[in-house]
């Protein structure tokens, strides 16, 4: 007759392991710091969306990170907005800055 299988105890692996925490009990965690973290924001002809996710993004992102603005040919107010956050951002920022609208897989290769 096979064995039955026993119920898991609540914070125990299958193997009767303790289940590791997210507070970064194993090496990996994803709460361990591992260097720089580079988050790429496209922007086209979008500034009203850009202008919402850039709060959201400094606010929960922890560091260290910088910002990297790749704007695909934006003729809207983007571009002023972007040296205006490059100047005022607790973080580093970069603006990348194509002529054209290359598409998003191609701007994001001009980085």
Do not use: H
Not at 36 to 57: G, R
Not at 78 to 92: H, M
């Amino acid at each position: 007759m096979p064995e039955a299988k026993r119920p898991l105890r609540p914070g125990v692996i299958g193997n009767g392991e303790p289940v590791p925490s997210v507070t970064g009990d194993w090496p990996g965690s994803v709460l361990a710091p591992v260097g720089l973290v580079s988050i790429l924001i496209p922007c086209c002809w979008q500034l009203e969306y850009t202008m919402l996710c850039l709060p959201s993004v400094l606010r929960y992102s922890r560091s260290p990170y910088e910002l990297i603005f790749v704007d695909i040919g934006s003729l809207d107010w983007t571009p002023e907005y972007l040296a205006g956050v490059a100047d005022a951002a607790p973080v580093r920022v970069e603006v990348v800055r194509t002529p054209t609208d290359l598409g998003i897989a191609q701007a994001v290769q001009e980085r």
